[in-house]
C-alpha cells in the first residue's frame, strides 16, 4: 500500500513539473504573426476618422526602364478612403518634396460611413463596388524619377482628420499578364 502511494505521488509530481513546464514554454515569446505586415500591398493609415487603405502610386510605364514615373511627369495615385466616423469629411490637399505640387481632381468629400476612391482599380466595376464614386489624385511636376520597390512621402490633408504624413510604395502592374509581359 505504501509502494502504491510512492508510485501514485511521483506520478502526480512528474505530471505536474511536466505541464509546469509545457505552459512556461511559450512565456515571453513573440508569436510567429507579430511582426508580418498585411496581405495588401499599399499604405494603411488614419487621420482622425478617415481610414486610408491600400495607398500606392499607381504603376505605369515599363518595368524595364527603370523609373514607372520621369522626373517632370505626373504621378497618379490609388487609395480607397473610408470614414469610419458620423461627420463628413474631406481630402484637401495633398503633397509631396518629390513633386512641385499635388492636385485634387473630383469631389473629395467623404460622408460619414461611406468610402471614395482614389484612381481606378482593375475595371470600373471594381472602384464602384468600392465607393460611392471615384476621385483623382496626383503629384505633379515630379523632381525625381519614381521606380518601383521604394516609398515615397506623401502627405494628405483633410478638412477634419488632419494632416497625414505617409511613405507610399509604387504599387504592382495591374490588367491580364500577357499585357503586361508584353510591354516588359
Not at 148 to 176: A, E, I, K, M
Amino acid at each position: 500500500m505504501k509502494r502504491r502511494a510512492t508510485v501514485l505521488a511521483t506520478l502526480a509530481l512528474s505530471t505536474g513539473l511536466g505541464l509546469g513546464t509545457l505552459s512556461g514554454c511559450g512565456a515571453g515569446a513573440v508569436t510567429q504573426t507579430a511582426q508580418q505586415s498585411s496581405a495588401v500591398n499599399g499604405y494603411q493609415g488614419r487621420a482622425g476618422d478617415v481610414a486610408v487603405r491600400d495607398a500606392s502610386i499607381v504603376f505605369a510605364g515599363q518595368a524595364n526602364s527603370g523609373a514607372v514615373y520621369r522626373a517632370g511627369q505626373s504621378a497618379q495615385l490609388r487609395m480607397t478612403l473610408v470614414n469610419v466616423g458620423d461627420q463628413t469629411d474631406k481630402l484637401l490637399t495633398v503633397s509631396s518634396p518629390v513633386a512641385a505640387a499635388g492636385q485634387v481632381l473630383g469631389d473629395a468629400t467623404i460622408g460619414g460611413g461611406r468610402a471614395v476612391q482614389v484612381g481606378n482599380s482593375d475595371g470600373q466595376a471594381d472602384a464602384a463596388a468600392l465607393s460611392d464614386r471615384t476621385i483623382t489624385v496626383q503629384l505633379t511636376g515630379l523632381k525625381q524619377d519614381i521606380t518601383p520597390g521604394l516609398n515615397y512621402p506623401v502627405t494628405l490633408t483633410f478638412q477634419r482628420g488632419g494632416v497625414l504624413n505617409t511613405d507610399l510604395p509604387v504599387g504592382y502592374p495591374t490588367g491580364p499578364l500577357s499585357s503586361r509581359s508584353a510591354s516588359n
